[in-house]
């Protein structure tokens, strides 16, 4: 078979399996074909040890975190049902014994003291006083939001 009997794109990729690269070094000469090395590409600065160490790292430090997580959600659970109820109440026995305390030392400085009729009205007008200043904070609140 002579060269003009075989198709184009083989003579084309014979010539081109055959063709030298001419790269020049340093002093503009070209490089032979038994000179040519190979190049490397860069190396990472991280060995595989490092990237290996980091993945794992990663790896259980994502799993901690989805740990966490999961944890998390029964702890809130346990504070919204539970805790938060039982302080609230607690914090509304408290203002309530406050409140009992103000109006025994206000109704008693009036002349008014513990027991008597005077002190169930003074203390009943005291509570009256504070809805009525609730009603206005929350109209005032409603008003500003």
Do not use: H
Not at 48 to 56: D, H, I, K, R, S
Not at 127 to 142: C, F, G, L, V, W
């Amino acid at each position: 078979m002579t060269d003009a009997d075989r198709p184009i794109a083989l003579r084309d990729a014979e010539r081109e399996l055959n063709r030298v690269d001419v790269t020049m070094i340093r002093n503009n000469t070209p490089i032979s074909k038994d000179e040519w090395k190979r190049i490397d590409p860069a190396a990472s600065s991280l060995t595989n040890a490092t990237v290996n160490a980091l993945t794992w790292m990663y790896d259980w430090g994502n799993r901690a975190a989805w740990v966490a997580a999961a944890l998390s959600v029964p702890f809130f659970l346990y504070i919204a049902v539970y805790t938060a109820p039982v302080a609230q109440l607690a914090l509304q026995k408290q203002e309530r014994g406050a409140i009992e305390r103000e109006n025994l030392a206000f109704c008693e400085r009036q002349g008014m003291p513990s027991g008597t009729r005077e002190y169930a009205l003074c203390a009943e007008d005291l509570m009256d006083i504070r809805a009525k200043q609730n009603r206005r904070t929350a109209e005032d609140m409603e008003r500003i939001f």
